[in-house]
């Protein structure tokens, strides 16, 4: 308790050694942190793949929550059926959620003629650092690698990050560093969507004349060698569209198709289609949301 | 540093990790997550003398630094709660000594560690040019953190609390 000086002696040391391997590791390209953080993930990832396990009834149930919410007239006449009950039911419930999932990723692979690799989000990282990224039960034994697509049913869901042997690392697209290329569905018109930090996304037109309407929807234009992004995913529907601020570019928001709170059965496009399979995957114009 | 406490400090540390990336970030609350691994190191702190904290805190930060979807600059943690360990600390035993056994003292040190440690994050982030920090998502992440903190610590403190204690009183050391 009363050894001050030692403690400041230790508080120091420990500051120093977090800003050498802040240095170490801002410079980037490898060296000795990244090689901590490749055995980090390899030893977490099946941590994490278990930990997940064991508390996927709690998950799921707090994923039902919402689905919950809108019976609750419904349940609190049923709150006195037997508890076990209930908790049957929210599972069955989220088995047939994910079976709806699966059946939509199958579409998208059926449509766009993507190979995948299907993976379930097993962690969420976005505590302190204000991150938009999880970690997926696939990994690079599975053929997942650094660069590849993530999608689930509904469209685009961001890239891989680092990779480890049976997990890897998705930097999602609200994330303020993810940025894509994208492609307005009537048009063509080319531009970039970038994430906010939030749930909706930001698509900034390349040419300020191009006209740009609410309820317009987005595909990714895909990159060179389908490195990070094939061609065809679908994004999200423009909301509104701001007013030319200095005449350069022009902004619009978007409501992405993905729920990226909710996310659960993803798909990383391990081979990409031979041809772009342009606007085939957005859902039909009617049901749209 | 006496093996039971830092056998201790492992074992409540690495599953309080496990469940703050699997299960408390996935939470659909708006702001930031609550954090559990803050919560469990300022518990610790209460309890333990300040270089068992400190060092405690330190590597619970790094190993935050490094757990999977964690994208961030390796050390930003580890700098951020090796701080927040010490402060927790030093408050911890002023709050003893202003008042022995309320409740309110420690989830006072709670509230003031998770505001310091939400701003001395953003602050190096901001020093490192990371585009996430924002004016909006500090102004979103930090007070909610804070609010969700304060909720969990009821339910955190007095567990890993008595645990230490325990691990104290009948260990060989002291």
Redo the contacts between chains.
């Keep these: 308790?009363r050894?001050?000086r030692?403690?400041r002696l230790?508080?120091a040391l420990?500051?120093t050694?977090?800003?050498?391997?802040?240095t170490?590791?801002?410079r980037g390209g490898g060296g000795p942190?990244a090689a901590?953080?490749g055995a980090?993930?390899a030893l977490?990832?099946p941590?994490?793949r278990l930990?997940?396990v064991i508390?996927h009834p709690?998950?799921d149930a707090?994923q039902n929550?919402?689905h919950l919410g809108d019976y609750r007239q419904r349940i609190s006449a049923l709150e006195r059926e037997n508890a076990a009950l209930q908790v049957q039911l929210r599972t069955s419930e989220a088995a047939r959620r994910r079976a709806a999932e699966l059946d939509r990723l199958l579409r998208v692979t059926a449509l766009g003629q993507y190979h995948l690799v299907p993976a379930r989000v097993?962690?969420?990282?976005?505590?302190?650092?204000?991150?938009w990224?999880?970690?997926i039960d696939a990994g690079s034994r599975d053929g997942v690698r650094p660069e590849m697509t993530l999608l689930n049913g509904d469209g685009l869901v961001g890239r891989i990050?680092?990779v480890?042997p049976t997990?890897a690392?998705?930097?999602l697209l609200p994330?303020?560093?993810a940025a894509v290329a994208a492609r307005l569905e009537g048009s063509g018109e080319l531009g970039v969507v970038s994430g906010r930090?939030r749930d909706a996304l930001e698509f900034t037109l390349l040419d300020p004349q191009a006209a740009v309407r609410v309820s317009e929807r987005l595909v990714t234009a895909g990159s060179p060698n389908n490195v990070p992004f094939v061609p065809g995913v679908p994004i999200g529907t423009v909301t509104s569209v701001e007013p030319t601020r200095s005449g350069l570019t022009r902004v619009a928001q978007l409501r992405p198709f993905v729920r990226f709170?909710?996310l659960d059965l993803v798909g990383v496009v391990v081979a990409a289609p031979r041809t772009g399979p342009r606007q085939a995957l957005l859902p039909p114009a009617s049901a749209r949301g | 540093m006496p093996t039971p406490r830092a056998l201790l400090a492992f074992v409540v540390v690495v599953p309080a990790l496990l469940v703050q990336v699997t299960v408390l970030n996935r939470l659909p609350l708006p702001g930031a997550p609550p954090d559990l691994v803050l919560v469990v190191v300022v518990a610790l702190a209460l309890v333990t003398d300040r270089s068992f904290a400190l060092l405690t805190a330190f590597w619970a930060g790094l190993a935050a630094d490094l757990v999977p979807p964690a994208t961030h600059t390796v050390g930003r943690l580890a700098l951020v709660l090796a701080l927040v360990g010490w402060l927790a600390a030093h408050w911890g035993e002023q709050v003893a000594e202003d008042s022995d056994r309320s409740a309110v003292g420690p989830v006072l040190v709670v509230a003031l560690v998770a505001v310091v440690a939400g701003l001395l994050d953003a602050a190096v982030g901001a020093l490192l040019g990371d585009p996430r920090i924002t004016w909006s998502a500090l102004a979103s992440s930090v007070p909610t953190a804070v609010l969700y903190d304060v909720v969990l610590a009821p339910f955190v403190l007095p567990g890993v609390c008595a645990l230490a204690r325990r691990v104290d009183r009948e260990g060989v050391f002291r």
């Design positions: 308790m050894d001050t030692r403690t230790l508080l420990l500051l050694v977090s800003v050498t391997l802040i170490l590791d801002s942190v901590v953080r980090a993930t977490f990832g941590a994490e930990a997940a508390v709690v998950a707090v929550a919402r097993v962690a969420v990282g976005r505590a302190l650092g204000f991150e990224t999880a970690t990050k680092t480890g997990s690392t998705v930097l994330d303020r560093i930090g709170t909710a």
